[in-house]
């Protein structure tokens, strides 16, 4: 039986995929192994080959139709302790690998979020990848999502570390006074990081500074 797995419920095609091991993997796949199993922590063997930076890992499994958008159960958070949910896409951000970025991009699902509301699209624009960003909305990533704090882009961009990418958001966000689940609008996060580049611009375009949050607080 070429689906047993061991006591991490990790399957012979996982295994070979945590080891790279390429020549194993296809023939296991021509044997007829189960693509899409999931191990003890949830990680299917996409998410180890993004785990290991294998592209051709990546493509052999893609040919056999793994699901890009399977999320894993895999790394508490610890200032909350919920599983966090993540898609190969999303772990393949945080590595900002971008090879395997493009691959898995290719997905219907772009648009996916893991347990604190953050899409692939989220976390690129929280870390300033401006490539990777463009790679999203090449593929019609949408901008107007909230994560679970209410937070909008506009917002994740104000705290983020992207010039480029914060103009971006500015053409696509009418209302610049938008607020999250604090009432916190987006001039309130860049005041709260002391960021004085973001602060000014916000103020150029006329944000509210008079505007209070949940707290009463104004932003400046």
């Given at each position: 039986?070429?689906?047993?797995?061991?006591?991490?419920?990790?399957?012979?095609?996982?295994?070979?995929?945590?080891?790279?091991?390429?020549?194993?993997?296809?023939?296991?796949?021509?044997?007829?192994?189960?693509?899409?199993?999931?191990?003890?922590?949830?990680?299917?063997?996409?998410?180890?080959?993004?785990?290991?930076?294998?592209?051709?890992?990546?493509?052999?499994?893609s040919a056999a139709a793994a699901?890009?958008?399977?999320?894993?159960?895999?790394?508490?958070?610890?200032?909350?302790?919920?599983?966090?949910?993540?898609?190969?896409?999303?772990?393949?951000?945080?590595?900002?690998?971008?090879?395997?970025?493009?691959?898995?991009?290719?997905?219907?699902?772009?648009?996916n979020t893991d347990d604190n509301?953050?899409?692939?699209?989220?976390?690129?624009?929280?870390?300033?990848?401006?490539?990777?960003?463009?790679?999203?909305?090449?593929?019609?990533?949408?901008?107007?999502?909230?994560?679970?704090?209410?937070?909008?882009?506009?917002?994740?961009?104000?705290?983020?570390?992207?010039?480029?990418?914060?103009?971006?958001?500015?053409?696509?966000?009418?209302?610049?006074?938008?607020?999250?689940?604090?009432?916190?609008?987006?001039?309130?996060?860049?005041?709260?990081?002391?960021?004085?580049?973001?602060?000014?611009?916000?103020?150029?375009?006329?944000?509210?500074?008079?505007?209070?949050?949940?707290?009463?607080?104004?932003?400046?």
């Open positions: 039986r070429v689906d047993v797995t061991n006591n991490r419920k990790e399957t012979a095609l996982i295994v070979a995929t945590q080891n790279t091991t390429c020549r194993a993997m296809a023939t296991l796949i021509r044997l007829g192994v189960e693509i899409n199993l999931q191990d003890v922590q949830g990680n299917t063997a996409l998410h180890y080959a993004v785990w290991t930076m294998s592209e051709k890992a990546v493509e052999i499994l699901d890009f958008n399977i999320p894993n159960s895999d790394g508490h958070d610890p200032s909350t302790r919920t599983r966090l949910n993540k898609t190969p896409l999303h772990i393949a951000v945080e590595l900002n690998y971008f090879p395997m970025i493009k691959l898995l991009a290719r997905t219907q699902n772009i648009n509301g953050h899409s692939a699209l989220t976390i690129a624009v929280d870390r300033g990848i401006e490539t990777v960003v463009d790679v999203f909305l090449q593929h019609d990533a949408t901008i107007t999502q909230l994560d679970k704090a209410g937070n909008s882009m506009l917002h994740i961009a104000c705290t983020g570390k992207s010039a480029n990418i914060l103009r971006h958001m500015f053409e696509n966000f009418l209302d610049l006074n938008i607020r999250n689940l604090s009432e916190e609008t987006p001039l309130h996060l860049a005041c709260a990081l002391n960021n004085t580049a973001v602060v000014s611009e916000l103020c150029a375009r006329r944000a509210d500074i008079t505007s209070q949050d949940s707290r009463k607080r104004p932003p400046l």
